[in-house]
């Protein structure tokens, strides 16, 4: 099983990246999928999930109405758009998958499968 993010990079504050994950080895469709992020110095926090079928999503009160999840379960992939980036916003970003079917946790902990990260720089 093997989860590969991609998409990161350096942009100016204010300025859009998306990423994206996509998911190898076996089959995600029943089990949510989030993005985490952590920042030098920082704990893993949270950032966004979407359901098993996408249909609900969640996101960390500094992110809503900036970024946005979104998944496609017949290629096996979540991505994440983020608009209006901020300095704050600067951190390795990870993609997950939950341990558990049919349930959308927000705690890192409630996930199993990680990407390798990657790096979103926002400068200001």
């Known amino acids: 099983v093997q989860l590969q993010a991609s998409g990161g990079g350096l942009v100016q504050a204010g300025g859009s990246l998306r990423l994206s994950c996509a998911a190898s080895?076996?089959?995600?469709?029943?089990?949510?999928m989030g993005w985490f992020r952590q920042a030098p110095g920082k704990e893993r926090e949270f950032v966004t999930a979407?359901?098993?079928?996408?249909?609900?999503?969640y996101y960390a009160d500094s992110v809503k109405g900036r970024f946005t999840i979104s998944r496609d379960n017949a290629k096996n992939m979540v991505s994440l758009q983020m608009n209006s980036l901020k300095p704050e916003d600067t951190a390795v970003y990870y993609c997950?998958?939950?341990?558990?079917?049919?349930?959308?946790?927000?705690?890192?902990?409630?996930?199993?499968?990680w990407g390798q990260g990657t790096l979103v720089t926002v400068s200001s």
């Open positions: 997950a998958v939950a341990a558990e079917m049919f349930r959308t946790p927000t705690r890192a902990r409630e996930y199993d499968h």
């Open positions: 979407t359901s098993w079928r996408g249909i609900s999503t």
């Open positions: 080895g076996r089959t995600f469709t029943n089990y949510a």
